[in-house]
């Protein structure tokens, strides 16, 4: 497992590098790189298909793309001036989306924007019925998240014909990623939610007990994934839910 753990250092090393720019860094602070989101787009690829630059250049992509729309998500929906600070959040955004264009045709991959933009549209779609709370169940609202932190990986999957249970399963982790992130640190999920119930702690009551029906969830696609696969998202479930330490197995 060691050479898939260099392999994921890598990948957010050259993410992290892409992103590199000083003045946005030092007005909206260095973006964080989801571990999360490269690990699940790393599996929808083969060992050997990691080690090319294309692949490589497709995985740095997809993750700038939605890096590009988290940040987009720190502008406020309602806001009677547009400041500075916002102009340079919309500025920074423009600048991730330009490099995951730019960074498609270096790879030669230009289709992929094609394959990625039907994922793209849903996403935003999602994220503009949050912020203007049109959602009016619980169920729309976290169906909504699933949306927004699964589909654009979900779409290379679909691309490259992977399993189908384990990119449930990793469609399910990173809305856990998600959902916990949202009850530490309450956002438009969180705000959406509150439509629907009186007090924060019932929000978080619901939250709780999606990530208790995902966890069971992920748990059980485990067990018809192929070992290797099968080790890195146990891996993974256990990081976000802290079941016990990780623990990865060696492919073949």
């Not at 630059?53 to 720190?74: F, P, R, W």
């Not at 230009?110 to 793209?120: C, M, R, S, Y």
């Not at 990119?167 to 969180?190: G, M, S, V």
Request: overall charge negative; proline content about 2%.
């Amino acid at each position: 497992m060691k050479e898939w753990q260099e392999q994921q250092s890598t990948l957010l090393e050259e993410i992290n590098r892409a992103c590199r720019q000083p003045f946005l860094d030092k007005v909206i602070g260095r973006p964080v790189i989801n571990p999360l989101r490269a690990s699940a787009l790393m599996l929808a690829f083969t060992d050997e298909e990691r080690k090319s630059e294309q692949v490589q250049k497709l995985m740095q992509a997809a993750v700038l793309i939605g890096l590009a729309m988290d940040v987009h998500d720190a502008i406020p929906s309602v806001t009677k001036e547009i400041t500075q600070k916002n102009q340079l959040i919309v500025l920074a955004g423009d600048y991730f989306s330009g490099m995951y264009y730019r960074t498609l045709a270096e790879a030669g991959c230009v289709h992929w924007v094609g394959v990625l933009a039907g994922a793209v549209k849903r996403v935003n779609e999602a994220k503009t019925s949050l912020h203007r709370h049109q959602l009016e169940t619980k169920e729309a609202i976290l169906d909504a998240v699933a949306v927004i932190e699964g589909d654009i990986i979900g779409a290379v999957h679909i691309e490259k014909g992977a399993d189908e249970i384990m990119a449930r399963a990793l469609r399910q982790l990173l809305t856990a990623d998600r959902l916990l992130r949202e009850k530490n640190e309450p956002f438009i999920l969180f705000e959406a939610l509150k439509q629907q119930y009186e007090t924060d702690q019932q929000v978080i009551e619901v939250i709780e007990q999606r990530l208790k029906e995902i966890h069971a969830d992920v748990t059980k696609c485990i067990e018809s994934i192929d070992s290797y696969k099968a080790a890195v998202i146990e891996a993974e479930r256990d990081r976000l839910f802290g079941s016990r330490p990780l623990r990865l197995v060696e492919e073949g």
